[in-house]
């Protein structure tokens, strides 16, 4: 059984680009979260994906978007890059009923730096 | 909105003494989970222990249990026999049953001396 994975592990951009992170969810898993963690932070709720549908949403403006795939790998896309979004994505996937998961398995997640 | 607030940024711990890290939530549900979860130096992310707020019996795992007061809203992690393996950001989570997302502390550094 392999765990999540996400790719890649450091990304550096520049204000005002667009970035796409990926995570490949543990085997058996329907369901992907994603988080932005600040430096010095607890992990904020960006947005998750239950069966290739978006399916609850923290506080991120629009520019935030995702993807999840038949296979249930998922996408995250930031559009417009602001220095605010350095941080660590981290992904984490689940096996649940409509998204209502009792455990989560995160990934080792991406580091972004925006300049 | 739901709130996680953990009050010690940094502990620590003599190797093989106990250590009680603190944590507090703020909701109006009365049936939530709770969980601690461990951040290694390496980043990944693991599960240590949960609580159903509907039972009243205090979970464990090995060396880690939980002090659940639902009254007080507060939900402390209790590590035995402390292990240099333990060092780690300790994040307290809370999810409600009728949501699907989790909310975190802002963590707590324990290290652990030799």
């Known amino acids: 059984e392999t765990g999540v994975t996400q790719s890649p592990t450091h990304l550096i951009k520049t204000r005002g680009q667009q970035v796409t992170l990926r995570c490949s969810s543990q085997?058996?898993?329907?369901?992907v979260s994603w988080y932005q963690q600040a430096l010095g932070q607890g992990p904020q709720f960006i947005f998750q994906y239950y069966r290739e549908e978006e399916n609850g949403r923290g506080n991120f403006p629009p520019r935030f978007s995702g993807l999840q795939f038949p296979n249930y790998s998922s996408e995250l896309n930031v559009n417009a890059l602001e220095l605010d979004d350095s941080a660590l994505y981290l992904c984490?996937?689940?096996?649940?009923?409509?998204?209502?998961?009792?455990?989560?398995?995160f990934g080792p997640g991406t580091r972004l730096t925006v300049t | 909105a739901q709130t996680v607030t953990q009050s010690q940024p940094e502990m620590s711990v003599q190797e093989a003494e106990t250590v009680t890290l603190s944590c507090t939530y703020d909701t109006s549900e009365s049936d939530y989970y709770l969980f601690w979860y461990k951040q290694p130096p390496s980043r990944q992310m693991i599960l240590v222990i949960r609580q159903e707020a509907y039972k009243q019996q205090n979970a464990t795992e090995n060396r880690f249990s939980v002090n659940f007061q639902k009254a007080a809203k507060s939900f402390s992690l209790k590590i035995s026999d402390s292990q240099l393996g333990d060092a780690a950001m300790y994040f307290c989570a809370y999810r409600g049953v009728n949501f699907n997302k989790f909310y975190f502390g802002s963590g707590t550094k324990l290290n652990v001396k030799p």
């Open positions: 085997s058996g898993h329907n369901t």
């Open positions: 984490a996937s689940s096996s649940s009923d409509r998204g209502y998961a009792y455990e989560q398995y």
